[in-house]
């Protein structure tokens, strides 16, 4: 299995528009940030986990490889804001598939009702959207974990368990069962926003409770602001096992 981290930002990117802080203008390019998305090869199949805003860009710079599917975590621009962009990804036998919650769905629907209807638009994009829940589903021969957790105590996030893989974004709120739910996992992918609380997401502190907890072989921190710091000086700071992912970083699990 092969992940990919297409971008490694928070829901303003970073740098961020107007800050001159010294996160937002470094020259390391582990410090330039997108926003965040990755991308799964197992199987011979590759999985986008997100299509934010920046999709595009995120994938002409990894070569425009092909995609066989779309997960999506929960419905925040900065992570379903580059679904149009999915269109090269479309034309095939029942449009290209999407697995998501059903308020994704219909938030969906809502944001692009010229992709579906009696009247389709021609050109745009053609979706074939599957339900999810929190039970296990499958993608052909790739089993699939949902894994449920809270961005505010009404917000539901999905994550996903692909195999030895774990990968969480937006949690702020993690239920003991998807704690459960991830131990024995090769690889947790976690968010880490920033050193600070915060009301929706993870800080530092607490995502490394998270991955004491779950005891993955190697965990990778994602979905980082400007104010976690400069990536060089993190990283020299994170316990053994404990790494930052950036935007292009590829991992072999």
């Given amino acids: ?8 930002g928070t829901s303003t990117g970073v740098p961020q528009i107007g ?4 996160v937002c203008t470094s020259t390391d390019p582990r410090d330039n940030r ?10 011979g199949k590759r999985l986008l986990i997100d299509c934010g805003p920046d999709f595009r860009t995120q994938i002409l710079r990894a070569g425009s490889p092909s995609i066989d599917a779309l997960l999506v975590t929960h419905t925040h621009y900065d992570h379903l804001g580059g679904i149009d962009d999915l269109r090269p990804y479309c034309y095939r036998p029942g449009g290209f598939p999407v697995y998501c919650r059903s308020d994704v769905e219909s938030d969906i629907r809502t944001r692009m009702p010229y992709c579906f ?7 745009a994009p053609v979706f074939h959207i599957h ?7 499958c993608i052909q021969d790739i089993e699939i974990l949902p894994l449920p957790v809270m961005h505010t105590p009404q917000l539901a996030i999905t994550g996903f368990r692909i195999g030895p893989l774990a990968y969480v974004t937006d949690c702020k709120i993690m239920p003991p069962d998807t704690i459960s739910r991830m131990q024995g996992c090769h690889t947790l992918v976690i968010n880490a926003l920033r050193h600070q609380e915060h009301p929706s997401h993870l800080n530092l502190r607490q995502a ?11 965990a990778l921190l994602t979905h980082l602001s400007h104010h976690m710091g400069l990536h060089a000086d993190v990283s020299a700071s994170l316990p053994a096992g404990i790494e930052i992912a950036y935007d292009g ?3 072999e699990i």
């Fill in 1 to 8: 299995m092969r992940l990919t981290f297409l971008g490694t």
């Fill in 19 to 22: 800050c001159s802080c010294e």
């Fill in 34 to 43: 997108m926003r965040t998305s990755a991308l799964v090869e197992t199987c």
């Fill in 117 to 123: 209807g009696p009247l389709h638009y021609p050109g």
């Fill in 131 to 137: 339900t999810i829940s929190s039970d296990p589903f």
């Fill in 208 to 218: 490394i409770d998270v991955i004491n907890a779950v005891k993955p072989r190697r």
């Fill in 249 to 251: 970083f590829t991992i």
